[in-house]
């Protein structure tokens, strides 16, 4: 896959290569969020959630993963969406987090992995009255599909836990 795009330079009018970066696109009920790829170190298909008391509301337990415990955060619970509805879609994305270790977040299904360049991405968004705005960090556009970048650290770091 070719990671540049070709743009035109809104000042000069030359055509430059824009590096493009890959995102998993997730869905989360209706709507489709990106992670960016280099956070992403596995997805695996949903498995036994061995819950954990007294933790933040979000995080629904742990997993084992190759023998390693790997807390699972509920994306929809974080963003005040509601409880998750499992399916034979609904999958695990673990991620690798610097100051974390590995975090599993849950999603509804894995659609595709796509790659967006900073032109196709607009990071102007002034969407306040949303509950999960705070957690994204641009709107991307793929063809006539829209999706929403996650900004992790804010999923991960966000003061009201």
Partial sequence: MDN????????????????????????IGDEKYGIDISYVDNIVRMQKITRVP???YHYVGVINLRGEVVPVMSVRRKMGLGDDVITNKTRIVILKLEELGYVGILVDEVKEVIAL???????????NHKPDSVFINGIGTTGDD?????????????PKS
């Fill in 54 to 56: 007294k933790v933040q």
């Fill in 146 to 158: 829209l999706i929403s970048i996650f900004d992790i650290s804010a999923i991960m770091d966000d």
């Fill in 117 to 127: 360049g900073e032109s196709e991405i607009n990071r102007n968004i002034k969407t």
């Fill in 4 to 27: 540049k795009n070709e743009i035109k330079h809104k000042d000069t009018g030359n055509v430059v290569e824009e590096e493009k970066k890959q995102y998993i696109a997730v869905k």
